[in-house]
């Protein structure tokens, strides 16, 4: 059953998931992570008659990961007794993940079992939204006056660690005002002198901190950036009212690069998993952007339809119009994604803007260049070997395409690596701009840019 | 200088560049993180006069951090006595990384300086490519045999502590053969009975491990999903030659993301900071991908001229072409962003390929039904309200628009949803699927849904 790497044969064991009482019991002794991997794959009704096989402590274990795939659903399942004494063994952050994810009267009844000292701390957590650290913070952490020794802080450590979320980190609470006075982890502590003070061996500097208003984005940059296990969030008057771990932290970078990779594919983030999505709601998050995008690009076919005399001339001019459209799109979509992810990354700050101008304006004229010369290659071939006869005049509308590929290519790595800046500039995430919307920007000027190259070109001769 | 969060105001620090000495006292008593802002923003020269006025040991705490842009260079900048002493000083992983961002001579100048053990475990570990846990794992790991006491293990590890870069995952070695026999978490240690044994109160249940051989990318899945702050790495004989901690997968996750950004905007991935990259060698990286796209791109003109009688025949139906041909790109492209990720979070397996299928073909059918509906509005709009004069039957045209913006989302979703599935069914990463690959696989196809229905519809009026 185990495999070799520790984990189970998690196939094997949704086989059996109509036997509840004994596929509980095997659960019971697998990693949480696992046994939570087997709950995702079985309906919901036999994965909560599963859970009501295992007592509530073990369950508690479970939906204390972050795994399941529709925890509230589950919780809601259960027998009110039971999914109130579950909801009382979890971390605080975890009970107001799974309200969140309950509607009003779920979350109603619920919440108004559980004992009122809980209540009371899940209701002001449920008020911050769940981008903000405040949504996602917990309120079980480690404090101690910074008075305390050594050994005594270790041995208070001893006593309430099973019920904080993490221990590594301990916050210095001044004796009197009870505010955040510095940090020890506990490696420090174990390798301190018993009898020093706590405030003696905290790091001089400040800890870094945030608020409960900080974006949870920022809150994974500064865990990130400073190598933290946790931060602790403060309020104005510098006292801790939470602190944001570090898998937290892996969650929501996780979520995170979803919903980036979502965007930039030209739609709304799902904020759910793709099969989990209810078919109507996906349509939603899809149809939106797939009409905006529509309705701009139907300023190609104004744009054609001004050149419509051109194109009678000249139908030959239409057969390039696709291939060196999407030229401009691709050279633009590279851009684009290169800096969202350099802005993402603080590599680039907002006023870098000239600098990956002067660097894309060179790299679009090489990259067309390429293009151009292949195109220019091709359109001779064609006609020199009579697989195609371009006319009379084919040198000329080889030099056409060629010289709209470079014109192209040059407009779509500047609009592609300056659009994430313009939307950053005028307040909108850089991440809304996807490919879709880079290549109908660039789609609409590449007429225009064709046309004018082919009438220079042409003029006299085909138009 | 000090911001209300703790942070530094970094401008102020980098416009005192040019006083070594001042700068290099106020960085030592920053944060490492802080210090190591201000070096990335001043010229290299300046950077390396800064941290030769700091002792080696502050030196060693700043290129520990992940953060610095060029720390190979860095390090070739300081005198040779120092850049050793420095390198001493690091933990392995660290030294590895640096050394791996040097070339040969320059590694094998400091590398033959460094203390023979430790050259010994280097040279083992820079053999292992850094996308593997071999490439980036620590030998410093904190290990016991397995008899030992917990008041003995607490001593044992008071002692070592600062040299192990975690003491927070402790390795159960089994006395006699040395292999791996199980995981403490310093949590547990502490809260653990003194004189029990440390095998009584490890987790009866066999350890998450990993291979050298295994890919970074899950090692950090499975630090997520099991909730780690360090696996360890094992050999064939269970023997623990090293771990991976959590603060190396958060970068090595920040990395792949930034990766899979790049290759879904259409090139292949930078591996370096975006200006920190030469000019050439960036166009190479994107030369490749662009020319690949634009010779496939090459069919829809060889697909144009097959249709070159019906063109002449019907200008009016290139006015659509770019309109209808983008919408089954952009379908695609979402359709592809969302697949590639649920792949990513094993959200999906390749066996799902199917129920995928009968999800996005309904959903590309009501997609593309909005936009025909749209379509079909706007031409009716132009025609009545006389912006523009489609010809007698521009009621035809109207329905080949729309029943071609059906046809063409539907298959742009069915192809960018099949495409990450195909892709890694042949053995490639999935994320190879990008917007421009879809886009141009859906052009081509697009071109020749587009005709036939204009065939059908127009046969006998128009063609």
């Known amino acids: 059953m185990v495999m070799a790497n520790g984990q189970l044969a998690i196939e094997d064991l949704v086989a059996r998931a109509g036997d509840a009482a004994g596929l509980a019991t095997t659960l019971a002794r697998c990693h949480p992570a696992d046994a939570i991997e087997v709950l995702n794959r079985v309906p919901l009704g036999q994965a909560a008659a599963i859970l009501l096989q295992q007592s509530a402590a073990v369950n508690a ?25 579950v909801m ?16 009003d009267k779920e979350q109603e009844a619920l919440c108004g079992k559980l004992p009122a000292p809980v209540q009371e701390t899940v209701r002001q957590l449920l008020a911050y939204p769940p981008s903000r650290a405040g949504g996602i913070m917990t309120t079980e952490f480690m404090s101690l006056p910074s008075a305390m020794t050594v050994a005594a802080a270790l041995d208070a450590i001893r006593k309430v660690a099973g019920s904080k979320e993490t221990i590594y980190a301990i916050y210095l609470l001044d004796p009197e ?26 790091v001089v500097r400040k800890p870094v901190t945030v608020t409960a ?44 690069s979803t919903e980036d990779a979502q965007k930039f594919g030209g739609m709304e983030a799902l904020d759910q998993p793709y099969m989990a999505m209810s078919f109507w709601a996906m349509i939603k998050k899809r149809a939106g952007w797939l009409c905006v995008l529509f309705l701009s690009e139907m300023l190609t076919a104004s744009a054609m339809q001004t050149y419509e005399a051109e194109l009678e001339k000249a139908v030959v001019l239409t057969l390039f119009i696709p291939l060196i459209m999407s030229s401009g799109g691709n050279s633009g979509s590279q851009a684009t994604s290169l800096i969202i992810r350099a802005l993402a990354l603080r590599e680039l700050r907002l ?26 290659v091709r359109i001779a071939l064609w006609q020199k070997m009579g697989i195609y006869n371009y006319g009379d005049h084919w040198e000329l509308i080889a030099l ?6 470079v014109g192209i290519v040059t407009f779509g790595s500047m609009a592609g690596s300056m659009l994430p800046f313009a939307l950053k500039r005028l307040g909108f995430d850089p991440a809304s701009a996807s490919a879709p919307f880079v290549a ?24």
């Open 61 to 85: 274990q479970l939906f204390n990961h972050p795994g399941l795939d529709a925890p509230a659903k589950l919780v809601n399942l259960l027998p009110a007794d039971r999914a109130v004494e």
């Open 88 to 103: 009382n063994e979890l971390h605080t952050d975890r009970q107001v993940e799974l309200l969140r994810h309950m509607n």
């Open 177 to 202: 005002e009870k505010t955040l006075a510095g940090v020890v982890s506990l490696r420090e502590l174990i390798m301190a002198d018993p009898s020093a003070k706590l405030a003696d061996i905290a």
């Open 213 to 256: 208003d900080t974006d949870r984005e920022e809150v994974g940059r500064l865990i990130s950036k400073y190598d933290l296990l946790a931060v602790p969030v403060i309020d104005e008057t510098r006292h801790v009212i939470g602190i944001v771990t570090v898998d937290d932290v892996i969650d929501a970078m996780v979520e995170a």
């Open 351 to 376: 006023s870098d803007w000239w600098r990956i101008l002067i660097r894309e304006i060179p790299a679009g004229l090489t990259l067309g260049a390429i293009l151009g010369v292949i195109g220019i």
């Open 400 to 405: 056409t395409v060629g010289a709209a590929l």
């Open 440 to 463: 109908t920007l660039v789609d609409v000027t590449g007429l225009v840019i064709y046309f004018t190259i082919a009438w220079v070109i042409l003029k006299g001769t085909l138009l």
